[in-house]
């Protein structure tokens, strides 16, 4: 009798859990959709990614600054690390989600996303509409 309230008592323990986890994704996502929504161009990155790197100096060298969130300087980073992955459709388990960038409050994705709209002339038009260039 005694396990089995133990084993009851461990299940909903672990309901309570998953309940929080899922909780902290979504307070996580929250703070992400707010972050973006606050700059015309927000990026999210870690300090030492050389692709990171490179999606910030592509911006600068357009004229344009960025709001840049540096996830691993920040406590809940790791959190908007897998809120970030789960937008790109990565899920939970998926690898690094970063750089990602938003314009205009809008997820234009990953590197892979932003060198395609620089390349195909889609990137300039999506920052004057944002109001992040003016040229």
Same mark, same amino acid.
């Given at each position: 009798?005694?396990?089995?309230?133990?084993?009851?008592?461990?299940?909903?323990?672990?309901?309570?859990?998953?309940?929080?986890? /899922?909780?902290?994704?979504?307070?996580?996502?929250?703070?992400?959709? /707010?972050?973006?929504?606050?700059?015309?161009?927000?990026?999210?990155?870690?300090?030492?990614?050389?692709?990171?790197?490179?999606?910030?100096?592509?911006?600068?060298?357009?004229?344009?600054?960025?709001?840049?969130?540096?996830?691993?300087?920040?406590?809940?980073?790791?959190?908007?690390? !897998?809120?970030?992955?789960?937008?790109?459709?990565?899920?939970?388990?998926?690898?690094?989600?970063?750089?990602?960038?938003?314009?205009?409050?809008?997820?234009?994705?990953?590197?892979? !996303?932003?060198?395609?709209?620089?390349?195909?002339?889609?990137?300039?038009?999506?920052?004057?509409?944002?109001?992040?260039?003016?040229?």
């Amino acid at each position: 009798m005694h396990y089995q309230a133990a084993a009851a008592a461990a299940e909903a323990w672990g309901y309570v859990a998953a309940a929080a986890a /899922r909780g902290a994704t979504m307070d996580a996502l929250e703070r992400v959709e /707010r972050l973006a929504s606050e700059s015309a161009v927000v990026i999210f990155s870690v300090s030492t990614c050389c692709m990171c790197h490179a999606v910030k100096r592509l911006f600068c060298g357009m004229g344009v600054s960025p709001t840049v969130v540096e996830l691993d300087e920040d406590p809940r980073g790791k959190e908007m690390e !897998r809120a970030l992955s789960r937008l790109l459709g990565g899920g939970a388990g998926g690898g690094t989600a970063v750089p990602v960038v938003f314009i205009g409050g809008k997820l234009v994705g990953a590197m892979d !996303r932003v060198m395609a709209a620089h390349i195909n002339g889609s990137l300039v038009p999506l920052l004057k509409e944002a109001g992040a260039l003016w040229l």
